[in-house]
């Protein structure tokens, strides 16, 4: 991580585009299969705060993984929508009509202003220069919506889920170490992500947070939801089918001990043009 406006300072050892670009790329079918669900919630959620109407714009879903916001955009009447990732796999699954591209965030392969707007669901808290993503959305957008998770929210069932794991002998990746550790602190400060986009360039830049129901709430349901997830996809698949079935056994019944309630995510919205 290079030394920029915003206060972003250090490295993030272990953050790189490839490995982050594999893992994802690796969990595109499990992703689909349970993360979706949660992320698809969510991704309505960032567009009905957009700074601008959705109804008749061009819009880029930038990290759009299996293309939820993407979806969200065209149901709320976007003219157009490109979805960009680092994960061909993952735009596989979003279809032929989020005009996929794989493409890094830091470097756009658009001309200047080529949309009316950019849809980062939670993509930003994935950059080791929060200011640099934020920039070059900036070059091909007047606007911005851009999602992460508020700092340090928790959930029993997740942390029950995680005690799962860890005792099977899951261990996390250096890019997903990194970015617990580096990134995602910041990236939900509502203040940090305010300083970070007024120095992307933005002029009004609004920062909030939204308690959002995501529907989640079987123990299948939300062990789908953590078991999908790129950073434990990879560790599953080296396992025999039999640990698998046996990893998911625990899980949901890990999740129905918790006694977690139904899923709410609170949610920082950045909103800015």
Sequence with gaps: MVGVEGGERG???GLTTAAVGADYGASAQAWADGPARLYAVLAQALVAAAPV????RTVLDLGSGTGVAGRAALTAGAHRVVAADLAPAMLRRGGAALHPVA???????FRDRSFDLVLAAFC??????????????RRVSPAIAASTFAAGWSYPAKDALDEVL????FRPPAWHIALKQDIEPKAGDPEFLATCAAAAGFGDVRVHTIEVPTGLSSPAQIAS???GMAHVVPFL?????ARQAAIRRAAEQAVADSGAGPLVVPMLVLAAN
Aim: hydrophobic share 40%; glycine share 10%.
């Design 237 to 241: 698949h080296g396992l025999d089918l």
């Design 124 to 137: 930003v808290n994935h950059l080791t220069s929060i200011v640099t993503g934020l920039r070059e959305a």
């Design 11 to 13: 490295t993030a050892a």
């Design 103 to 109: 493409a890094d965030a830091t470097a756009l392969p």
């Design 53 to 56: 109407p959705v109804t008749g």
């Design 166 to 169: 860890h005792t099977s002998g």
């Design 225 to 227: 939801w953590r078991l």
